[in-house]
Nanobody
Framework: ARFAESGGGLVQPGGSLRLSCVVS????????MSWYRQVPGKERERISF?????????TYSDSVKGRFTISRDNAKNTLYLQMNSLKPEDTATYYC?????????WGQGTEVTVSS
């Protein structure tokens, strides 16, 4: 399984970014997927989840609920994270991954910096 995250960058507080994650090496539509983020010195945390196939079930951590939206395009093997009303505490490296596997491999992630 491979994950290629992109779309990060420097943004001012209150701004928006849309992250993308193109996956390969497995049948994307059949897997639940999640977005994670990690700050140096802290554990990686899951911030959003979307169910397989049509993605009818989505969940968010309290820290991003109401500001971030997860979605998927199975035809493009791509997972998205729309991030609005960004805060300095959203600064992190963001990763995507599939759920339901014993051992995860990780992509390089995409860095998001929220600063004025």
């Amino acid at each position: 399984a491979r994950f290629a995250e992109s779309g990060g960058g420097l943004v001012q507080p209150g701004g928006s970014l849309r992250l993308s994650c193109v996956v390969s090496g497995f049948t994307f539509r059949t897997y639940d997927m999640s977005w994670y983020r990690q700050v140096p010195g802290k554990e990686r945390e899951r911030i959003s989840f979307i169910s397989h196939n049509s993605g009818t079930t989505t969940t968010y951590s309290d820290s991003v609920k109401g500001r971030f939206t997860i979605s998927r395009d199975n035809a493009k093997n791509t997972l998205y994270l729309q991030m609005n009303s960004l805060k300095p505490e959203d600064t992190a490296t963001y990763y995507c991954n599939r759920e339901g596997v014993l051992s995860k491999t990780w992509g390089q992630g995409t860095e998001v910096t929220v600063s004025s």
